[in-house]
């Protein structure tokens, strides 16, 4: 218990700056996160100073960094994504349940941790853990094509339009779904669902076939799908910063054993907890 307390000050200046370091690369990725959960920046920047906050007090080790992660991101979508649809896409009715499932699954990690079981990670060979860490870099590849060439579904008219039948069906599905809540829904008498029907607008069929069109073209398969409509609708300005970026990255004179650790390939480290010697 006394360990427990105490602080290496030998250690100080590399950890400032390990933290500092990790700080300048979580931040953004947070704020990345927070504004494609459809959330708000704000969401995935409290969620990175609280996991990194619980992570700090629950830690395993002295020297980890913990933070928003694409493996972790790419795992939940699929759940997030179920969640959403089972509550017809209302996203604030889905978040309680959401919210709950990770808090479980948070609590379940502290368990795992006192009990020490985390330590037979050890016993799963590379080869899997190499695979996941792949696929999820491909994943992130794949699905970053889109956004790198400045294409949008939901702003694409053409593509759009597409869905305005299907948006009208559900629309009117929710009326029914509603009315059936509330018991007011007469076999014999269709007058207040005709009155409801009625008063949808072509905006809110625009709307819904809009976030139709974005559900279609998201993921692997969507992006795949619409690459033909991507790579006809390139918007130059939004593609010169990603290859901005690129420049920046490869050409300076850094060398790529200056990204490297005990000598496992780059994509190793994609989106995993920075740990520092």
């Given at each position: 218990m006394k360990r427990f307390f105490t602080f290496d000050f030998r250690y100080f200046r590399?950890?400032?700056?390990?933290?500092?370091?990790?700080?300048?690369?979580?931040?953004?990725?947070?704020?990345?996160?927070?504004?494609?959960?459809?959330?708000?920046?704000?969401?995935?920047?409290?969620?990175?100073?609280?996991?990194?906050?619980?992570?700090?007090?629950?830690?395993?080790?002295?020297?980890?960094?913990?933070?928003?992660?694409?493996?972790?991101?790419?795992?939940?979508?699929?759940?997030?994504?179920?969640?959403?649809?089972?509550?017809?896409?209302?996203?604030?009715?889905?978040?309680?349940?959401?919210?709950?499932?990770?808090?479980?699954?948070g609590l379940i990690q502290i368990a795992i941790g006192f009990m020490g079981i985390g330590?037979?990670?050890?016993?799963?060979?590379?080869?899997?853990?190499?695979?996941?860490?792949?696929?999820?870099?491909?994943?992130?590849?794949?699905?970053?094509?889109?956004?790198?060439?400045?294409?949008?579904?939901?702003?694409?008219?053409?593509?759009?339009?597409?869905?305005?039948?299907?948006?009208?069906?559900?629309?009117?599905?929710?009326?029914?779904?509603?009315?059936?809540?509330?018991?007011?829904?007469?076999?014999?008498d269709f007058e207040t669902t005709i009155a409801r029907a009625g008063k949808i607008t072509e905006a809110d069929i625009q709307t819904e076939a809009m976030a139709l069109a974005e559900k279609k073209a998201s993921g692997v398969i969507g992006t795949i799908k619409v690459l033909p409509r991507i790579f006809a609708n390139i918007n130059s300005l939004e593609l010169i910063l990603p290859l901005l970026t690129i420049v920046i990255i490869y050409g300076f004179n850094a060398s790529p054993q200056q990204y490297q650790v005990h000598s496992l390939p780059f994509w190793w480290y994609l989106g995993e907890p920075i740990f520092l010697d």
């Amino acid at each position: 218990m006394k360990r427990f307390f105490t602080f290496d000050f030998r250690y100080f200046r590399g950890d400032l700056f390990g933290g500092l370091t990790a700080g300048v690369v979580v931040l953004p990725l947070a704020l990345a996160f927070g504004v494609s959960s459809g959330l708000g920046p704000s969401a995935g920047l409290y969620g990175a100073i609280f996991v990194s906050f619980f992570a700090a007090l629950f830690g395993g080790t002295p020297t980890q960094i913990s933070g928003p992660t694409a493996p972790m991101t790419a795992v939940s979508m699929v759940f997030i994504a179920e969640m959403i649809a089972n509550f017809d896409g209302n996203v604030e009715k889905a978040l309680p349940t959401i919210l709950s499932v990770f808090l479980l699954a948070g609590l379940i990690q502290i368990a795992i941790g006192f009990m020490g079981i985390g330590k037979y990670i050890r016993y799963i060979p590379y080869p899997v853990v190499s695979g996941f860490m792949t696929a999820i870099g491909v994943i992130i590849l794949v699905t970053q094509i889109a956004p790198t060439l400045g294409y949008y579904a939901k702003e694409d008219t053409a593509y759009v339009t597409q869905f305005k039948p299907q948006a009208e069906e559900i629309l009117l599905e929710k009326i029914l779904h509603d009315e059936v809540d509330e018991g007011i829904l007469v076999l014999e008498d269709f007058e207040t669902t005709i009155a409801r029907a009625g008063k949808i607008t072509e905006a809110d069929i625009q709307t819904e076939a809009m976030a139709l069109a974005e559900k279609k073209a998201s993921g692997v398969i969507g992006t795949i799908k619409v690459l033909p409509r991507i790579f006809a609708n390139i918007n130059s300005l939004e593609l010169i910063l990603p290859l901005l970026t690129i420049v920046i990255i490869y050409g300076f004179n850094a060398s790529p054993q200056q990204y490297q650790v005990h000598s496992l390939p780059f994509w190793w480290y994609l989106g995993e907890p920075i740990f520092l010697d």
